[in-house]
Structures are given as structure tokens and as C-alpha cells.
């Protein structure tokens, strides 16, 4: 699996492109969309001084059939929208990609982070760019997958450690607290720590090294 920053400047009929452009102080962030069979179904945040006059400009945009403010609070708005189509939904569900969880629009251009296997990254990249979107790759990183490099007693013990706090800053557990929840001894713990800590430090300079 790879860690990816996608810079995509999608075609100019997109709606969201001819709403940022027209908005280009405003700051929007495209959080989900589905397909209902008739429409796409979609919900956006926005970072707006003038909520008004931004739903005026959505409501002149030819591809959107409806929108609803969900909720508006200090120049921050939710707003849910239905539209006709949209090209690159389009293409990254053709690649077979679902749709990021979060991309952020500002005057035309998207930046998405995805996280999906090398060759699926490929294939929405040119599936992007065949679909008249340019497709810049910012930076690409390897993940460390730490539940396939430890064993499953020790991914559930950093699980559990992490979730008790024990490696917070400062710890809201200590190592004989975590042990006693874990019905161990202390030494046993600390075993197990030492050694999935290895495991995880060793993978991730792995990663590195490959990368470079």
C-alpha cells in the first residue's frame, strides 16, 4: 500500500470547479458522495464570509439540481447537494478507487490523499487524465501495514497500549497498569513492548529507505 498527494485539476465543467473559481476566497472541502442510481448525493464544507452569496452562485450552476444548508455556524457551513454527473467520480469509480474521504477544492484545483495499492494508484491517475484532468502526484510515501508486521499478541497489545494512554505525553498509564489490565506480569509487558516497538521501528525505516 502507498501513501499518496494528489494535485488534480479536473475539467472546468465540474461544478465544484465553477463554484471555487467563482469563490476563490472561500475554502471547501468535498467530504462524501454516493450514486443513488438517479443522481449523485453529495455533502461539502465550506470556509465562507458570505454563505448568501455562495448559495446563490451554487444555485446557478447548471449540474447542481438541488442543495440544503445543514448546518452554518461562524462562517462555516455543511451543505448537501445533488448533481448530475461528475467526471472525476466518474473516473476514479472506473479505475476502481472509491472516492477519497476528503478533498479540498480552492479556486479550481483539488488535493486529495489517498492511500491504495501502487498499481490502483496508476490506474486512477491515467484514468484521471484520460477524463481531461490533469494529475500532478505531490508525494508518495510507503505505509507501514504494523498489523501484517507484528505478531496478533503483540498488534493487540500496542492497540490496547495506545488506547490506555501508555504512549501519550505525558503516559496516563504506566507499564504495570497496562500489564495488570492485560492479565501479564510487568516483565511480560515489557517483553512484549520492546519487541513490537522493534518491529514497528525496523519496518518504518524499511519504508523510508525504500522511498528514498
Known amino acids: 500500500m502507498v501513501k499518496a498527494q494528489l494535485w488534480i485539476d479536473p475539467p472546468s465543467e465540474e461544478w465544484f ?5 467563482a469563490r476563490p476566497e472561500d475554502d471547501f472541502t468535498l467530504q462524501t458522495v454516493y450514486d443513488d442510481e ?4 453529495g455533502i461539502f464544507e465550506v ?5 448568501p452569496a455562495l448559495c446563490r452562485t451554487l444555485k446557478s450552476i447548471d449540474r447542481i ?4 444548508v445543514l448546518h452554518d455556524d461562524d462562517e462555516f457551513a ?6 448530475t454527473e461528475s467526471i472525476v467520480y466518474s473516473a476514479t469509480i472506473n479505475s476502481g478507487m472509491l472516492p477519497p474521504a476528503s478533498v479540498t477544492v480552492k479556486d479550481g484545483v ?3 490523499e489517498v492511500t491504495m495499492p501502487h498499481d490502483q494508484l496508476s490506474q486512477t491517475i491515467t484514468a484521471l487524465e484520460e477524463n481531461s484532468a490533469s ?8 505505509e507501514v501495514d504494523t498489523e501484517h508486521v507484528l505478531t496478533p499478541s503483540q498488534h493487540e497489545f500496542v492497540v490496547e497500549a495506545v488506547r490506555r494512554g501508555y504512549y501519550d505525553t505525558p503516559r496516563r498509564c504506566s507499564l504495570t497498569e497496562l500489564a495488570s489490565e492485560m492479565d501479564v506480569t510487568p516483565a511480560a509487558a515489557s517483553t512484549m513492548a520492546h519487541r513490537a516497538e522493534e518491529r514497528i521501528v525496523k519496518a518504518h525505516v524499511e519504508h523510508l529507505e525504500t522511498d528514498l
Open 17 to 21: 470547479v465553477q463554484l471555487s473559481t
Open 38 to 41: 438517479t443522481q449523485l448525493v
Open 47 to 51: 470556509e465562507t464570509d458570505d454563505l
Open 65 to 68: 439540481r438541488s442543495h440544503e
Open 78 to 83: 455543511v451543505i448537501q447537494y445533488t448533481t
Open 110 to 112: 483539488m488535493l486529495a
Open 135 to 142: 494529475c500532478e502526484l505531490r508525494s508518495l510515501s510507503q
